[in-house]
């Protein structure tokens, strides 16, 4: 048995929440990431998290992101938590500019940072471009846009819009988000047969033309407080429905707060949000 200490740093977006490891000062062996992102998210051994994020020096970009859910999985995208790579980076001295790109699975992103008084407090994030096509979703079928499509769940008729901002998204909207079968069909649609890499599931109650309420289950972690592309492809989906308009920046609601979405006309998703650090430390891990 092995003790290794290893230097962390918790941080949030809207209560969506990462253990990160700043592999511009520590490193890890690639075998033992997917074991330690279950036991650092664990309440009860670990820290307690919704996954693990490393921040990593990259070839193409300032700064490199990787996340891992909850279960172990690696995710290829992170709306939260790409804000908070952005506030790391910064406050940290990784880059030297307000504005700079970073590195994901699922392409590279531009990130600006929006100061008070030396901390961030704010971070507007390009996301760039959707994915409409069901290939590349990744979703079972003909290669169409998933619009409102007839969608059996059990027997709930349910109607689905699919979306992916680099990771998979089925969004389904509801008349009272207080009412969403989240916790009965989330940990069932996330697991359908029909997504081949798994979904991440979000209801939508809207409010208006600029605002709506959201939950999600994530793929990988479960209910969260907060899942950033998942907010990003409820925007498309609430457009594409012709409940919302593009180039409009729309009011997210979600458990743990709001973020502003807007699709512009050149087709790219832009977020705007809160991140926040919780606390730094060591952490244990006998391996
Ligand atoms: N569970 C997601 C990754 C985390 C996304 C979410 N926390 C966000 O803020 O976008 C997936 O497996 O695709």
Not at 45 to 58: A, F, K, N, R, V
Not at 110 to 128: P, S
Not at 207 to 222: D, K, N, P, Q
Request: glycine content about 10%; overall charge negative.
């Amino acid at each position: 048995m092995i003790k290794v200490e290893i230097p962390y740093t918790k941080m949030h977006g809207l209560g969506n929440s990462y253990i990160f490891l700043d592999l511009f000062s520590f490193s890890i062996e690639e075998s033992e990431l997917v074991d330690l992102a279950k036991k650092v998210s664990d309440i009860n051994t670990g820290i307690g998290s919704d996954g693990l994020i490393l921040i990593h020096p990259s070839e193409v970009a300032e700064v490199g992101m990787r996340i891992f859910n909850k279960d172990g999985s690696e995710g290829k995208n992170c709306g939260n938590g790409l804000r908070c790579v952005a506030k790391y980076a910064f406050e940290n001295n990784l880059v030297n500019k307000s504005q700079f790109v970073i590195e994901t699975r699922a392409g590279n992103v531009t990130a600006e940072v929006f100061l008070e008084e030396d901390i961030v407090e704010e971070v507007t994030v390009d996301m760039g471009q959707p994915t409409l096509n069901r290939q590349g979703i990744p979703m079972l079928g003909d290669d169409e846009t998933v619009i409102s499509e007839a969608f059996e769940v059990g027997h709930h008729p349910l109607e689905l819009t699919a979306v992916s901002m680099g990771n998979p998204h089925a969004v389904f909207f509801v008349e009272d988000i207080d009412e969403s079968p989240l916790y009965d069909l989330g940990p069932v649609i996330t697991n359908d047969h029909r997504f081949p890499e798994g979904v991440n599931v979000e209801f939508i109650e809207m409010i208006s033309e600029t605002e709506m309420h959201f939950r999600v289950w994530e793929r990988g972690s479960g209910v969260t407080q907060a899942c950033g592309t998942g907010a990003c492809a409820a925007v498309v989906a609430s457009i594409l429905n012709g409940y919302a308009q593009k180039d409009t920046e729309i009011c997210v609601h979600l458990s743990g707060g709001d973020l502003f979405i807007k699709w512009a006309a050149d087709d790219r998703v832009w977020m705007r949000g809160k991140a926040e650090t919780t606390t730094t430390g060591t952490f244990y891990w006998k391996r």
